[in-house]
């Protein structure tokens, strides 16, 4: 299996030049396996070229100095690593849960994971247009 990418690949849209670019300097983690929670092989690619992003950009994205990535134990941790949180009686077995976990999982472990399972299913029955396959689309 062969799969070529190019610099297309790991570009974003720059809204103050208006073109699509990569970033001096940008690294991206690729991953390959059966599944997200198969996997088999990573490899980053680091660009040594590239141009710098607009200042519209820049403003309008979020700061690259605060981290918006969770690790697995801070989010096992968050929802359900605890027994007081999940409402166990000291019996239940306890759940091990990493940011591959579906969100079926998550909200069977806690009720912060319930809370955001609601939250998703909420927003996305908003998004739902009203026609004749409303009732079939909502299920």
Same mark, same amino acid.
């Given at each position: 299996? %062969?799969w070529?990418?190019?610099e297309?690949?790991?570009?974003?849209?720059?809204?103050?030049?208006?073109?699509?670019? &990569?970033?001096?300097g940008?690294?991206?983690e690729?991953?390959?396996?059966?599944s997200s929670?198969d996997i088999?092989?990573?490899?980053i690619? %680091?660009?040594?070229?590239? =141009?710098?992003?607009?200042?519209?950009?820049r403003?309008?994205?979020?700061?690259?100095? =605060?981290?918006?990535? &969770?690790?697995?134990?801070s989010?096992?941790? +968050?929802?359900?690593?605890?027994?007081?949180? @999940?409402? @166990? %009686?000291? @019996?239940?077995?306890? %759940?091990?849960l990493?940011? @591959?976990s579906?969100?079926?999982?998550?909200s069977?472990?806690?009720?912060?994971?319930?809370?955001f399972?609601w939250?998703?299913?909420?927003?996305?029955?908003?998004?739902?247009?009203?026609?004749?396959?409303?009732?079939?689309?909502? +299920?």
């Amino acid at each position: 299996l %062969t799969w070529e990418l190019t610099e297309r690949d790991f570009a974003f849209y720059d809204i103050g030049s208006h073109e699509w670019i &990569v970033e001096s300097g940008s690294s991206f983690e690729i991953h390959l396996g059966a599944s997200s929670r198969d996997i088999r092989l990573k490899e980053i690619v %680091t660009f040594c070229h590239g =141009q710098e992003s607009s200042r519209l950009a820049r403003d309008s994205y979020p700061p690259g100095k =605060q981290s918006m990535t &969770v690790d697995d134990a801070s989010f096992g941790k +968050r929802f359900g690593e605890s027994d007081v949180i @999940n409402g @166990n %009686t000291g @019996n239940a077995k306890p %759940t091990s849960l990493h940011r @591959n976990s579906l969100l079926s999982e998550v909200s069977k472990a806690s009720l912060l994971g319930r809370f955001f399972h609601w939250l998703i299913f909420y927003i996305g029955c908003l998004e739902i247009r009203r026609g004749p396959s409303y009732r079939r689309e909502v +299920r």
